[in-house]
């Protein structure tokens, strides 16, 4: 496992060449602020209150990803440029455009609000 690629914002985040990862993003503004504040004033009360009981953190982190997930799904606050033809062609067009270059894209999802996709990382990107 030497070989991760390890980085930290808001979670850690582990990249393990070629394993297949899931990777999300969606657009600015498609949360009201308000639920994006409370949802992280929750994740960082389970953070302290399960610091060292790593499963029950993890149950805490997989709770806040769900309910963050399910107000996104909602698409009822904020941009929906991914619902229109030629933005959601331009996104698909850029994730595929590194697929079997620095990665092996598997597939991906576009909603109006959000991006999910799923790829496969190499230790070392073919062409960049």
């Not at 092996?104 to 909603?111: G, H």
């Not at 109006?112 to 990382?121: E, H, L, Q, R």
């Amino acid at each position: 496992m030497s070989d991760l690629i390890n980085y930290e914002r808001n979670l850690p985040h582990r990249l393990p060449p070629g394993e297949v990862v899931f990777l999300t993003f969606r657009l600015a503004g498609s949360l009201p602020r308000t639920a994006v504040e409370q949802l992280q004033a929750e994740i960082e009360l389970a953070q302290q209150r399960f610091e060292s009981e790593p499963a029950q953190l993890y149950a805490a982190q997989r709770h806040y990803f769900g309910r963050f997930d399910a107000q996104l799904n909602k698409g009822e606050y904020g941009p929906t440029f991914l619902r229109q033809a030629d933005i959601a062609a331009l996104v698909a067009e850029s994730l595929r455009y590194f697929d079997g270059a620095g990665y092996d894209l598997r597939c991906y999802c576009l909603m109006p609000t959000t991006c999910m996709w799923w790829c496969g990382y190499w230790k070392k990107p073919r062409r960049w």
